[in-house]
């Protein structure tokens, strides 16, 4: 079956692209695919450890099985801003 994998922020540095798409077993879950990403980009493993996942925009949890056609995004954890002032 096919599948869509979207990259955002990092995971898109790391990898060198937006988007790609993967043929894989059916009954692949994501935890399966996190592994094959790994394979073929093990600078991902730091990242890809702190990642929340989306299966066609909602959240999911690793252990779920994808189907035909679905979209996967990893998102990396967000930073950013500045500390707050005190007030003097």
Same mark, same amino acid.
Request: a neutral charge; glycine letters at 6%.
């Given at each position: ?20 798409? #993967? ?15 790994? /394979?073929?980009? &093990? &600078? #991902? ?16 949890? &690793?252990?779920?099985? #994808?189907?035909?056609? /679905?979209? #996967? ?9 500045? &500390? ?5």
């Amino acid at each position: 079956m096919k599948i869509r994998i979207r990259y955002f922020a990092s995971l898109r540095e790391v990898t060198g692209q937006n988007e790609e798409t #993967l043929t894989v077993p059916e009954g692949s879950t994501i935890a399966n695919i996190r592994t094959l990403l790994l /394979d073929h980009y &093990p &600078p #991902l493993r730091p990242i890809l450890e702190r990642c929340l996942c989306a299966v066609n925009r909602a959240y999911v949890q &690793p252990e779920t099985e #994808l189907h035909e056609g /679905d979209e #996967l995004v990893f998102i990396p954890p967000m930073g950013g801003g500045q &500390p707050r002032r005190k007030h003097v």
